[in-house]
């Protein structure tokens, strides 16, 4: 059976437990409003027993403004590094979780 080509995801993503936090991410919405409204959803199932870490580009308007009204205030500053020529292919405003520093 071919999958069906007509269905595409309009936000996926994950939160995940580290060592001394939980982790919000990564994800990605198709649209601000996806994007949005998954990091609500995984914010209301994550446990409060530990801290919170939520790393999100800072190109990502909507993103960072949701985060400083749900109490998140910056905590420290990542940079993307990259090897190569060209470009990096991605647009920053469909990403509103980053995957944790360690992960790469």
């Known amino acids: 059976v071919a999958?069906?080509?007509?269905?595409?995801?309009?936000?996926?993503?994950?939160?995940?437990?580290?060592?001394?936090?939980?982790?919000?991410?990564?994800?990605t919405g198709a649209t601000p409003e996806a994007g949005l409204a998954l990091a609500e959803r995984l914010l209301s199932r994550c446990p409060r027993d530990r801290p919170l870490f939520w790393d999100l580009p800072e190109s990502n308007k909507a993103a960072a403004s949701l985060a400083s009204r749900l109490g998140f205030a910056p905590a420290r500053v990542l940079t993307?590094?990259?090897?190569?020529?060209?470009?990096?292919?991605?647009?920053?405003?469909?990403?509103?979780?980053?995957?944790?520093p360690g992960l790469g």
């Open 80 to 100: 993307r590094m990259r090897l190569g020529e060209g470009a990096a292919v991605q647009d920053p405003a469909r990403i509103f979780g980053l995957a944790e």
């Open 3 to 27: 999958p069906d080509c007509r269905f595409a995801p309009v936000a996926f993503g994950f939160r995940r437990a580290g060592e001394r936090a939980h982790y919000l991410g990564p994800f």
